[in-house]
């Protein structure tokens, strides 16, 4: 194996410099890191083969979401693959990456933010092998050839999502199927929110779907409970039912990765507008709509580059309104709950999104402790240990001034508490 070889070699030289064998002199990490060139070619694509590392199995909602995609990729473009499910975000990664070189994989894909850390050094001792990493941060800064982020602009899709969630709360309101505890003491409508971590990744999918339900029902307010996990159906369920019973929100939403909150907006009969696929067989009575990032575009663009010899991009983000516009921000089917016209708002919405007449992040439409952002405002988009705000991140399109999520990176950098959104919790 060549990991195997590897740690052979560095105790033969760890002998030759005790013994005077070889020359040696003052050692670093990058010492051992081997020149690149960026390509990998292989033209014949019944000899590529392409390795998934996976945080969880088929049973999380996010994982189940690439290995569908991959394997709908892989066998779309004819070549091999191989899947490791259940990898943890620790040095289990880098061992998962070693043996799928050494399985002969010409690409390798990791989808968790923790992964990032271990891919990265495996790129670094495997040269001739493609990694490529969802979610991380890295790749644009360390500008190695054989090193790649990508993401999707999935905040457009929660935005849909949100509005989709906002028709169903407006029927809900004039049909006066509200009660007084699902409004605060000034007259907003209570929505709430499962999250797994206070990540900007999390904070600008929340943002953007809570922004999507307020285009349509202005006077609402959300809260937002974190569990510190990505994948754990007790505390999502717990989660849900907190913001149910004791926050009394007459809409919840998620960025989690288990069925615990939408069955608990079921059992409940509260809404429930879900991630990362349709829940609407599991929970038939409550499913509103579901965003995702379908991820099969870029599985078949990383195999198409290193079939004809091409450079993979950096730092890849797709998007509604951007050029990589090729599907990979996806909207599930409406479920029996939406609300009639929910389908034509978000087509609507699509529209102004493909024509740059709508942003997201339309510094107009949002505030932060009562005030606009500055012109100059600065994010975390060049990540240092301590999160150093470096860029500044506020565009102008047409009339339009809005902070630039994913275009300065391909992950995520929203960050911001917006006016009208309370942590309940924030330990994580």
């Known amino acids: 194996m060549k990991k195997l070889l590897t740690f052979a070699l ?51 909602t996010y994982d189940k979401n690439f290995i569908d995609a991959f394997n709908a990729a892989c066998t779309a473009k004819g070549v091999k693959s191989v899947t490791k499910v259940d990898i943890p975000e620790s040095s289990a990664c880098y061992d998962a990456a070693a043996d799928l070189v050494d399985q002969g994989c010409n690409i390798i894909f990791a989808d968790s933010f ?44 929660r935005y849909l999502a949100g509005i989709a969630g906002g028709m169903k709360l407006k029927e809900m309101i004039e049909n006066n199927q509200l009660k007084p ?42 809260d937002v409970q974190f569990t510190g996990s990505w994948y754990d159906e007790t505390a999502e369920k717990t989660a849900a039912e907190l913001l149910i019973n004791e926050k009394h929100c007459a809409l919840i939403s998620q960025h989690a990765d288990s069925m615990g909150a939408p069955t608990a907006c079921e059992t409940a009969g509260v809404p429930n507008v879900s991630y990362n696929g349709s829940t609407a067989t599991a929970c038939p009575k409550t ?29 890849y983000c797709a998007g509604i309104g951007s050029t990589w516009s090729n599907g990979s921000v996806a909207l599930t089917d ?64 047409g009339d339009i001034k809005y902070f630039a999520e994913s275009e300065f990176r391909s992950a995520p950098y929203f960050g911001l508490k917006i006016d009208g959104i309370t942590y309940l919790n924030e330990k994580y």
Not at 288 to 298: G, K
């Open 10 to 60: 560095a105790a033969i030289l760890a002998v030759g410099c005790c013994f005077g064998i070889v020359s040696c002199g003052n050692t670093s990490s990058g010492d051992t890191e081997k020149p690149y060139n960026g390509i990998v070619k292989v033209e014949n694509l019944a000899d590529i083969k392409v390795g998934l590392i996976c945080l969880h199995g088929e049973s999380s």
């Open 114 to 157: 923790g992964h990032e850390e271990h891919m990265l050094k495996a790129a670094k001792e495997f040269p001739e092998v493609q990694f490529c990493h969802a979610t991380g941060t890295y790749a644009h800064t360390e500008k190695r050839g054989n090193f790649h982020n990508a993401f999707a602009s999935i905040y457009e899709g």
């Open 181 to 222: 505890e699902n409004y605060d003491a000034n007259g907003n409508v209570k929505v709430g929110y499962v999250g797994a971590w206070t990540y900007a990744e999390v904070i600008s999918g929340f943002t953007s779907w809570f922004l999507g339900v307020r285009s349509i029902v202005p006077n609402v307010v959300m």
């Open 287 to 315: 499913f509103v709509a579901s965003s995702r990032i379908n991820w099969q575009p870029y599985f078949e663009y990383i195999i198409d580059c290193v079939n004809k010899g091409e450079e993979i991009s950096v730092d």
């Open 334 to 397: 409406l479920g029996t709950a939406a609300a009639t016209g929910t389908q034509e708002a978000i087509d609507a919405a699509i529209a102004e999104l493909k024509a740059g007449t709508l942003k997201v992040f339309d510094l107009s439409k949002f505030k932060v402790d009562g005030n606009a952002l500055a012109d100059d405002f600065k994010a975390d988009v060049d990540t240092d240990a301590q999160f150093t705000a470096d860029t500044v991140v506020i565009k102008t399109a």
